[in-house]
């Protein structure tokens, strides 16, 4: 999905309900609550991630345009905030997330390797989803953990020293 062809600063008039449960516009309103009223759309990026958390990992257009409208804020902005940061995806994901680290201390830890790995064992590119739709799989620039490299994150859960046996084991495990 292409977002080049957005218009560039638009907010529609857009149900703040229709897509959001009361439990998705509580939470927002908690992180909203930490910034002056002025500031509410600083939590974009919580906002983002609880939506994409709950529409099976994945933003919509749709899911993007409500979180701008509830956020009093321009479309094109969240846009920007979901098309820049590789947490958030623009595109059906497979059941579990699997992100390697590609940071120069994981690539010299191993993290080509397994990538290589990845996507000879998996027949699966970085950003491409396996055809039994168990994995995405997607480099992520880093995961914060150069100290045990090559680091990878499924779904939400951080792996330290992952070598491609390790990294078979833990795809194993995924239903």
Known sequence: MSFRNAPLAVIHDVDKDTLFTPEIRAEIDRH???YPPEWKQSAVMPALTLVQDHNGGWLSRELMDQVAAYLDMPEVSVYEVATFYGMYDLEPVGRHKVCVCNSISCMLGGSEELMQHIEHKYNVAPGETTADGKFTFKEFECLGAC?????????????????PESFDKLIKKLD
């Open 32 to 34: 909203v609550a930490k």
């Open 147 to 163: 100290r045990h490299a090559p680091a990878v994150m499924v779904d939400k859960t951080y792996h330290e020293c992952v070598t």
